[in-house]
């Protein structure tokens, strides 16, 4: 009997496809804009997030976001394109601020970026968003504090939220909700040990016509 006729030998199985930087980047924006829109939770985006950067093959990623819409579907990216996400011009690496027995301080009229890294050991950084241009709607702050201390501070009238967990430490966002839809929305996620991480509405600053300024900065 010819046992070869019965059982054909299998198909190869082809081999996986890698992801890279772009694809991993690509899916990011996929998800800042969910939850930007309210359909993930500040959890959840930080959790896919890490999943994302995590992600060694095309197939990890594509889980991820088969139950959001993807860019020029049905979301129509109103509230996104006001803020420019896709300028050029716009800071397209993560900000790293690190403090290591010593103070780290970024404050007064400065763009930030889509992402930030602050990590303090037995320092300190402060981080001041009450002048800075968004060049985008969502802002990711991601902040580690081992005996060290990182400081958030944000106009009153956008949204901010957190995830994050403390060890012997603290870990505090005082949560807002901005009444206008379109309003900056700065997420903190942040790790504490034997530290402390803070994010806070500075009192009486607020901002103005952020659009205007939006324009005004660019066209200079």
Known sequence: MDLDKNHPAPTPREPALRASDADR??????????????????EEHSDRIDAAYRAK?????????????????????QAAAAYGPDDPSAPA????????????TR??????GRRTNA??????????LTEALFGQRLTVINATSIFGHVEV?????ITLRGSGTGIFGDFEVDTL???NPEAPVVVVN??????SIEAKPKRGKRIADLHGRMRKHLGH
């Open 25 to 42: 980047d690509r899916i990011a924006d996929i998800l800042r804009d969910a939850m930007a829109e309210g359909r993930l939770t500040a």
């Open 153 to 157: 501070r944000v106009p009153e009238n």
């Open 93 to 104: 690496l993560a900000e790293n601020l690190v403090a290591v027995f010593s103070g780290s």
């Open 107 to 112: 404050k007064g009229r400065w763009r930030i």
């Open 57 to 77: 093959t095309v197939a990890e990623l594509e889980p991820l976001v088969q139950d959001l819409p993807v860019p020029g579907g049905a979301r129509g990216g």
């Open 190 to 195: 942040g790790y504490s040990v034997f530290g």
């Open 177 to 179: 909700e901005a009444r």
């Open 119 to 128: 990590f303090a050991l037995f320092g300190s950084v402060e981080i001041d």
